[in-house]
């Protein structure tokens, strides 16, 4: 009996450790679980093709087009002879030529279309025997029909005795040029032609030697890497061979692989899987390559092949046999069928729709890396640069990134600095550079070798602005106004208007600043902690909203006052009592209120700032910009213009009114009032000048009240003021789509802007601001905004309004509603459940119907019991902050207070009595039987004890009610008592 147990127990320890590792191995779980993004299956010919491939004088040489010979090969662009031959050296013919750059088009197809209608036409003695020969029309057709070949040279293409063509005809099977390949490729896919900058070409000594009207087309293979020169020559003339034609090949492949339904990719081989299969009635092998994608994401190919042995199915007994689903792998220049892969292998793979159709083996034991960076600075002494990495590639060429993949770079303002090798390439606008020429804020694609970087090459920002991702130097960032302006300092390309574009400012806007993630040095951060003169990355969505910024210390702004200037040197005092003496360069981008201005609008006497950065021994300017304080406005008036008296600086004015809340109220200043202007402010005011004049008030230093921005209006038949919301900012154009406006409003410099008791410039401005605007029409038709007044979105303090019957209270702790009617401006929304609110006895207010009662007689036991009446509750987060018992209303009626009918106050100006009746004018009540709102006249209504009333989010007494105030206001269907008054200013 003893002996039996111990037998069982030596079974269950095995068992046990068995169900610990499937249950308790984290990676094994992992591993099983997770499922390929992407699945791939291999080419159902890789068998033929790797025979096709055997080139012997390819495999017996050194050429340097070995890899591209195999690739290009391997994806069927470009064949060999046959009987194991390319044909390395064998120069090109015209025909093949356009054969080649069809075949870079995909439009192999419709070439043999081409061929097989021409050679139906023949007659049958005429008919060509000989497949390539006959395919070769069908190219010459297409070229023809394309416009790359002349009808004369058509003609010549198809005449029988090609030997009796002169010198100067075409001859199909004469050798292509260097300038014929070019042409061809870039018509057939349809690249651009470069006709305003041919610097690349024009750098090359024998570059009159081409077509004149070819010449746009080779700089564009110059400028798109396709086709390059040697030794300052491109040989326009000059022929090409077959070995040169395949690497030309390989170069476009950011061209022809969209145009083939190609991707190329780059990853690690985690896991290799094989089995036996039998089911299908043909025994092969099926191999799984998991491979971990340089994104992070999983993909996995699929393969199979037939097995060697006997093909029984093991359901029919039938023998059989399968065909090869794999593909080719290049694992050190020789060429393999897929049994070449092996775990951990680096690779490189292309693939066409879901199938693999070639991979490399990336060899070696040096590490290569590709990292697109953002210049922050370089030494040169010391051969570093210091960066902000973007983010890292698989491969040196950021043209084979998709757009799905250049949409998930994430910026996080990580910076790195890097050491460059002394023999580094560094490539700016294609031509070598030295690191010298390197600038801040570039873009570049580094190629680390072991860490050591052996080559830069910069990069256009339109790649990335393309896909939603800007970038530039931080110039002001407001998180209260919801926007941040930068400024690009070195331009990018050659072109002047690529420069202009892209040293002025730029402003990118939010709507919410808790949706928008920062990041400072690569670390999670706050609006404050982003600087003016960091490195940003901004992350747009569909919309054009910031969704993200990534910020990076970069330059640092110094602050002073300009003490003397002359030729080229700025002495600068700074704001702790030291001077400063700096260079300025020739080109350093200088501002003064977000325009462009010049060394020589800088006076002495002028604030500005500086932002600097340091580079070894050298001091690198970012720009000058001549500092303008934020004014606050403290009122905004209208009045008649009367005069100006420029000795003074005192405008004086007459019929003085003040905006508030969007309507005019006429001022306490009775008759002609002298104001004067800001000694800041300088405006230009015409001799004699007449009309309305808005005005902008804030105080000087002395605490005074001064004009700080004034606009005169003395061409509009009439004004208006309205209400909207702003569809679209154009500050470029000057002109803003409202949301329910029929034509564009009009706005300037001279036009008032103000936000939260700021003055705000135009740009400034943004989409999906709400703003009360005062408009005047002109004489044109257009309308011209005087006042843009942008409201500032309301605090949202979570303050809900709910109604429904009480049928429990716990004293002093809850209350609980039967079910509930949120209201949701105009309607009431019904929720059919009960609700528990909590009651703070700190915060929570109860109104009955003599007004505030105690907090101890709410309860639902007694004689007094509110249990079963209905009250209005608002709602914050759970919590009961006011209980009502005013009658049930279902009346909405909207408009603004005119007169507060019994407010009074004493000679402080404190409130003696509140008002007790509100009269409302620009009334409207909503119907909800036709869902419209509908003109009233002037209204009044009366304020009960328990009128529940709260303004800007937040509860208040009628003593807070203003004049100006827009209301809402919910009463019964008959009388006009106030039940709920919702108060909303600015």
């Excluded at 019957?805 to 009960?834: C, K």
Aim: overall charge negative.
């Amino acid at each position: 009996m003893h002996i039996k147990k111990s037998k069982r127990v030596q079974w269950r320890y095995p068992i046990l450790i068995v169900m610990i590792l499937l249950f308790y191995s984290p990676f094994h779980i992992k591993a099983a679980n997770e499922a390929p993004e992407r699945v791939f299956t291999g080419r159902p010919d890789p068998d033929a093709v790797l025979a096709n491939l055997d080139y012997q004088d390819v495999i017996n040489s050194d050429t340097w087009a070995k890899d591209a010979i195999w690739e290009t090969g391997a994806l069927e662009l470009m064949k060999g002879y046959g009987a194991k031959r390319f044909g390395l050296s064998d120069m090109l013919t015209v025909e093949q030529a356009l054969a080649v750059a069809y075949n870079m088009a995909g439009r192999e197809a419709e070439a043999q279309l081409a061929a097989q209608e021409l050679d139906l036409k023949r007659d049958a003695a005429d008919k060509k025997n000989m497949a390539p020969a006959m395919w070769s029309d069908g190219y010459l057709q297409l070229a023809f029909n394309d416009g790359l070949i002349t009808q004369e040279e058509y003609d010549d293409a198809f005449s029988e005795d090609q030997r009796a063509l002169g010198p100067a005809d075409f001859r199909r099977g004469s050798p292509a040029t260097r300038e014929d390949m070019a042409f061809y490729i870039a018509k057939v896919m349809e690249m651009t032609p470069v006709n305003a900058q041919t610097h690349l070409f024009n750098s090359f000594v024998d570059w009159q030697e081409a077509n004149p009207h070819r010449i746009p087309y080779i700089e564009a293979l110059l400028q798109n890497r396709v086709m390059n020169g040697n030794n300052g020559r491109f040989s326009p003339k000059g022929p090409v061979t077959r070995e040169q034609a395949a690497q030309i090949l390989q170069n476009a492949e950011p061209f022809l692989f969209s145009r083939l339904n190609m991707e190329k990719m780059k990853g690690f081989i985690e896991k290799i899987t094989r089995y036996e299969d039998k089911t299908s009635g043909r025994e092969k092998t099926v191999t799984y390559v998991n491979v971990r994608c340089s994104d992070g994401m999983l993909h996995q190919f699929q393969f199979s092949r037939p097995y060697t042995g006997t093909a029984a199915n093991e359901l029919t007994g039938n023998n059989s046999s399968a065909l090869a689903d794999g593909t080719i792998v290049n694992a050190g220049n020789i060429l393999y069928n897929e049994a070449a892969m092996r775990e951990g292998q680096l690779i490189t793979y292309i693939v066409r729709g879901n199938q693999v159709h070639y991979v490399t083996v990336v060899e070696g034991q040096k590490k290569t890396e590709y990292k697109l960076v953002k210049i922050l600075s370089t030494d040169e002494s010391a051969g570093m640069v210091r960066c902000d990495m973007i983010t890292e590639i698989p491969f040196p060429d950021i043209r084979l990134l998709s757009s799905e993949g250049i949409s998930r770079i994430d910026p996080t303002g990580k910076i790195e600095e890097l050491t460059v090798s002394k023999d580094a390439s560094i490539i700016i606008d294609l031509v070598n550079k030295t690191l010298r020429d390197v600038k801040p804020e570039s873009l570049m694609l580094l190629t680390l070798e072991n860490g050591l970087i052996t080559r830069m090459e910069k990069v256009h920002t339109r790649l990335l602005q393309e896909e939603g991702i800007v970038s530039g130097t931080l110039e002001e960032i407001n998180p209260v106004l919801g926007y941040i302006t930068l400024y690009f300092p070195d331009g990018s390309g050659t072109s002047p208007e690529a420069g202009l574009e892209l040293s002025s400012f730029r402003t990118y806007s939010w709507m919410r600043p808790d949706r928008v993630t920062v990041y400072k040095n690569g670390n999670a951060a706050t609006f404050e902690d982003l600087k003016p003169g960091d490195s940003v990355f901004i992350r747009l969505d569909q919309d054009g909203t910031v969704k993200k910024i990534s910020g990076a210390d970069n330059y640092y702004p110094v602050y002073g006052r300009v003490r003397t200037k002359g030729n080229g040197l700025l002495q600068l005092e700074k704001q702790d009592g030291t001077a400063l003496q700096l260079l300025v360069p020739e080109n350093t981008p200088m501002f003064h209120t977000n325009r462009r201005i010049y060394w020589s609008d800088l006076s002495e006497g002028d604030n500005v700032r500086i932002l600097l950065q340091t580079a070894g021994n050298a001091t690198v300017i970012g720009e000058i910009t001549v500092e303008k304080q934020r004014l606050e406005a403290k009122a905004i008036y209208k009045g008649q213009m009367n005069y100006f008296d420029s000795l003074s600086r005192n405008l004086v004015v007459s019929g003085l009114q003040q905006f508030t809340n969007g309507i005019w109220k006429p001022s306490e200043e009775r008759g002609f009032v002298k104001l004067p202007l800001n000694e800041n402010y300088r405006p230009e005011i015409p001799k004699g000048a007449q009309g309305t004049v808005y005005l902008a008030i804030g105080e000087n230093m002395l605490g005074n009240d001064t004009i700080i921005r004034m606009s005169i209006d003395d061409q509009s038949l009439q004004t208006e003021i309205s209400n909207d919301t702003i569809l679209q900012a154009r500050p470029g154009q000057g002109s803003l789509t409202l949301m329910n406006g029929d034509m564009p409003l009009v706005y300037d410099e001279d036009s008032l802007i103000i936000k939260g008791g700021k003055l705000l410039e135009p740009n400034q401005v943004k989409s999906m601001d709400e703003v009360t605007f005062v408009a005047g029409s002109l004489p044109d038709g257009t309308r011209k905004a005087n006042i843009l007044w942008l409201r500032e979105p309301a605090v949202d303090t979570g303050l809900t309004l709910l109604r429904g019957r009480i049928t429990q209270i716990d004293a002093l702790s809850s209350m609980t509603l039967q079910s509930f009617s949120q209201f949701r401006n105009p309607e009431w929304e019904y929720v059919n459940v009960p609700k528990t609110l909590t009651i703070d006895p700190a915060t929570t207010r109860i109104l009955d119907d003599d007004g505030r009662t105690d907090l101890d007689v709410f309860d639902d036991t007694g004689t007094e019991s509110y249990k079963n009446r209905t009250v209005y509750v608002l709602n914050q987060e759970g919590k009961a902050m006011l209980v009502s018992t005013a009658p049930y209303g279902d009346i909405v009626c909207t408009g603004r207070i005119k007169t507060l009918t019994g407010l009074a106050r004493d000679s402080f100006g404190h409130i003696v009595s509140p008002a007790s009746s509100i009269l409302v004018s620009e009334a409207m009540e909503f119907n909800p039987g036709t869902w419209k709102w509908q003109n009233k006249p002037d209204t009044v209504y009366t304020l009960l004890p328990n009128t529940v009333l709260f303004k800007n989010g937040i509860i208040i007494d009628a003593g807070l009610l203003e004049v100006g105030d827009r209301v809402t206001v919910i009463r019964a269907i008959s009388g006009n008592n106030a039940f709920v008054v919702i108060a909303e200013s600015y």
